[in-house]
């Protein structure tokens, strides 16, 4: 079974910086076009970044464009999100799932969600 474990999140200010880190188990990392999701208390979750096997194509919410960036390190079986100017809009818990296709970085449906990494960003 496909494992994600994420880590990285945590407390920063308004405009600060932070990188988030999913390290994936149990299949072949690069295989699998790989998106990052977050969920805002009350609210769905939601799309962020995705990115697609090789690491060369990604796409990005609206909300995101410009300051986030996502990569993966297919060695290491690692995928990344640089964020930076947080803005507290973007405080949620932060998630790693496997997508079909990295123009499609809506929330998969059917996935075993790993424990998320929060990410809080104070005004």
């Known amino acids: 079974q496909v494992q994600m474990m994420e880590s990285g999140g945590g407390l920063v200010q308004a405009g600060g910086s932070l990188r988030l880190s999913c390290t994936v188990s149990?299949?072949?990392?690069?295989?699998?076009?790989m998106g990052w999701f977050r969920q805002a208390h009350g609210r769905e979750r939601e799309g962020v970044a995705c990115?697609?096997?090789?690491?060369?194509?990604?796409s990005y919410a609206s909300p995101t464009k410009g300051r986030f960036a996502i990569s993966r390190d297919n060695a290491k079986n690692t995928l990344y999100l640089q964020m930076n100017l947080l803005e507290p809009e973007d405080t949620a818990m932060y998630y790693c799932?496997?997508?079909?296709?990295?123009?499609?970085?809506?929330?998969?449906?059917?996935?075993?969600w790993g424990q998320g990494t929060q990410v809080t960003v104070s005004s």
């Open positions: 149990g299949t072949n990392f690069d295989d699998l076009p």
């Open positions: 990115i697609g096997r090789l690491g060369r194509s990604t």
């Open positions: 799932a496997p997508v079909t296709y990295y123009l499609n970085c809506s929330p998969p449906i059917r996935t075993n």
